[in-house]
Every structure is written in C-alpha cells, then in structure tokens.
C-alpha cells in the first residue's frame, strides 16, 4: 500500500507515510489503523534516527484553491444567509480529502434570492469559484452562468431533482423546488 517513501518526497492529505511499527506520527500526520498519513500537502522527512515521520508544509500546494479556482463540493449545513461546502474537487483535481468553504447568500446569484435555501440544500453537488481565502476560509461564488447547483436532490424524497425551464423538479413526487442551477447541471439517466 505504501510502496518507497524517502525525505523530500512530496506528499498529499490522505497519503499513506508509514506503517505505525516503524514510525511515530510527528508534525503534519495523523494515525488511522495501522498507518500514519499526511494531513497536509508538503514535503515528507523520514527521521530514522528516532523513526518519526512528519511531513512539512509546501509554500504553494496545487491541491489547495487559491483565488479564481474552480470548485466543486456537497453542500454540508445551510441557513438562511449562508452555507458550508465540502469542497473535494479543486479544478481537475480530486482532493484525498476535503476543505470547507462557505457560500455567502450574497454571492450566490446574480439575483435577489431570499434565502440560501432557494439557492442550495444539503447533499446537493455544487460548482463554485473561490473569491477569497482570507484566514483560510475559502468563500466561494456561483454568480456565473456556469456555476450552481450541478446535482440536487429533491427534499421531500430524496430523489435526484430535474432542471425544467427554471425551476426544479422531481419526477418521482412531483415536488418542484428551487435551486441556483448551473448552466452545466448533470443529466442521469
Ligand atoms: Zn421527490
């Protein structure tokens, strides 16, 4: 599972470092079962003088959004003026695991919508943009076109949501509801 690690080597979250019997968990891992992984993107040092691996963080990671990058999450809690996103692809990257962004309502639509609820619920598959990162919270936008709601799912039965026209509907309850669709909403069939 782990294959050759060596010092230097550049490492993602979620990538397997150690086996636990050979190395302690130091800086920058954690522990599952029986293996210390990265919990950062960053260089790896295998310290075999006191067998403690850590991994050290990397200045510029291209698994972590900056500002412009194009995102794609599920869509966690929700209120009436915001909401949080597991963010877990980042451009064409998946990530191992994921980050949180939050989506302000009033970067939602280029539209008045009263409430985040119009725009999104939780467990719908978003696209957004990541507009800042000021103390790494990544905010995220879904004016554009493009940008929205891309899978979503009907409240009431759980059933996945129809883009007709503009609104939402679910074919299964017939339940039609409201989302900030994107232009590149999934079709499944
Ligand atoms: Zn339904």
New binding site residues.
């Given amino acids: 599972m782990i294959g050759e690690r060596r010092s230097g080597q550049f490492v993602t979250p979620g990538t397997p470092l150690a086996i636990i019997e050979e190395f302690l968990p130091g800086p920058g891992t954690y522990v599952e079962g029986c293996y210390v992984y990265s919990k950062i993107t960053g260089y790896m040092l295998l310290d075999t003088l006191n067998k403690k691996v850590s991994v050290y963080p990397a200045v510029k990671s291209p698994n972590v959004p900056t500002v412009g990058s194009i995102v794609l999450g599920i869509v966690e809690s929700v209120n009436f003026k915001s909401c949080d996103v597991s963010i877990k692809v980042v451009g064409r990257r998946k990530l191992s695991g994921s980050l949180m962004g939050v989506l302000h309502i009033s970067d939602a639509s280029p539209h008045y919508v009263e409430s985040v609820f119009d725009v999104c619920r939780p467990g719908d598959y978003i696209k957004a943009e990541v507009i800042s990162n000021k103390n790494r919270t990544f905010h995220l936008s879904t004016v554009d076109r493009n940008l929205g709601v891309v899978l979503a799912f ?1 409240s ?2 759980g ?1 996945q949501l129809s883009k007709e026209n503009r609104r939402m509907y ?1 074919k ?2 017939k ?1 039609v509801e409201k989302r900030k669709a994107s232009s590149e909403y999934w079709v499944l069939t």
């Fill in positions: 009907c009431r039965c059933y679910c299964r309850c339940n």
